[in-house]
């Protein structure tokens, strides 16, 4: 696998967020808890952006250990609410982006721009962790035509 990495600048995004931590087998879930949210608020996926800010690695870390956040841009408040939504920033960065096709069970796109991309480019890694754009969601996105925008920030 070799996908072509182009160097952007992400502006930012205010985001709701779902924090997810433990097995990845429970991320399923806890991005459910997300999804509820966003139908109670009316959130069309067309103008909220999906994403996941991946602070570890499940292939490197005991399960319990995990940690992601399942997000959706959003530009208001978020109050208190029964699916235990909150409100974060993921910052502007130039970043590394590489377009990973099909299933989300494993991006490879990651793992390429982490482990050969990255050691490759002279580029060092950002301050921020990885974050993946889920670029279409919902039940109508067969797993075959999921598209994922991966990006690495940089210094």
Sequence with gaps: MNPGVRIVQFPGAKVAVVEHRGPPAEEYASALRLVAWRVRHGLSPDRHHSYGVHYTDPRRVAPAEHRVDFCVSFDGDVDPNPEGVVEKFIPPCRCAVATH????????????LWEQWLPA??????SFPMFFHYVNVGPQVRPEEMVTDVYLPLR
């Design 101 to 112: 096709l099909g299933p989300r069970d494993h991006i490879r796109a990651a793992v390429y």
């Design 121 to 126: 480019s002279g580029e060092r890694p950002g």
